[in-house]
Nanobody
């Protein structure tokens, strides 16, 4: 079992930046992908970013590409989501996610979820 704990959410003005962190603990396998989803009230959970074990491969949807950057620190079992040029439409609960061995782009593919951290972007 793997536990994921997010932090770094908060309130920010449009155009500002936030950095989210996700720390993984518990038993882990030799390789797994990690990333982030987000969910706004009344909306489906939406893929935001993912990264492979080595940190050499990342993927972002067009909605965040060029503004968000995902990185991985394997020594500390931590992934970071740097969010720049934030927009009001980025407001959501952001969830860290992990999948054993494989990358993911859909919520149904995720094995482990964090509890979520609120990001609110004011106009």
């Amino acid at each position: 079992q793997v536990q994921l704990v997010e932090s770094g959410g908060g309130l920010v003005q449009a155009g500002g930046s936030l950095r989210l962190s996700c720390v993984a603990s518990g038993r882990t396998f030799s390789g797994y992908g990690m990333g982030w989803f987000r969910q706004a009230p009344g909306k489906e959970r939406e893929f935001v970013a993912r990264i492979n074990l080595s940190g050499g491969s990342t993927y972002y949807p067009d909605s965040v590409k060029g503004r968000f950057t995902l990185s991985r620190d394997n020594a500390n079992n931590t992934v970071y989501l740097q969010m720049n040029s934030l927009k009001p439409e980025d407001t959501a609960v952001y969830y860290c996610a992990a999948r054993h061995f494989w990358a993911f782009t859909k919520a149904a593919e995720v094995d482990y979820w964090g509890q979520g951290t609120q990001v609110t972007v004011s106009s």
